[in-house]
């Protein structure tokens, strides 16, 4: 997303999900230090909600957890960014 000066968005996404496909979105705002927080269910299969999110915030880096910790038989968030957002600086994030 670019401001009113064009400049790219300076947004840091966390991603995470459940079994349940209950998709949790932490989008932190590195000029105004806000904090966006989202929690849904995945409706769609493709991941819809969640791209259109990710469409919106345009975020310089996104967090997700491993990929061994999505469901079985889901694509997983992880998966989803690596897919559809590979020139996004992708961080894994490491879990206790």
């Given amino acids: 997303m670019e401001d009113d000066t064009g400049e790219r968005s300076s947004f840091v ?3 995470i999900e459940n079994r349940a496909k209950e998709v949790g979105v932490a ?7 806000s904090l966006h927080l989202s929690e849904y269910i995945e409706t769609s299969s493709s991941y ?6 990710l469409h919106f915030y ?4 996104i ?4 990929n061994k910790l999505a469901p079985d038989g889901m694509v997983g968030v992880s998966e989803l960014v690596d897919k559809f ?6 961080v894994i994030s490491i879990i206790c």
């Fill in 63 to 66: 967090i997700v957890p491993p």
């Fill in 48 to 53: 819809q909600n969640t791209k259109t999110l």
């Fill in 27 to 33: 989008a932190f705002d590195l000029r105004s230090a």
């Fill in 13 to 15: 996404i966390g991603l």
């Fill in 85 to 90: 957002y590979s020139s996004i600086r992708k």
């Fill in 58 to 61: 345009d975020p310089i880096v």
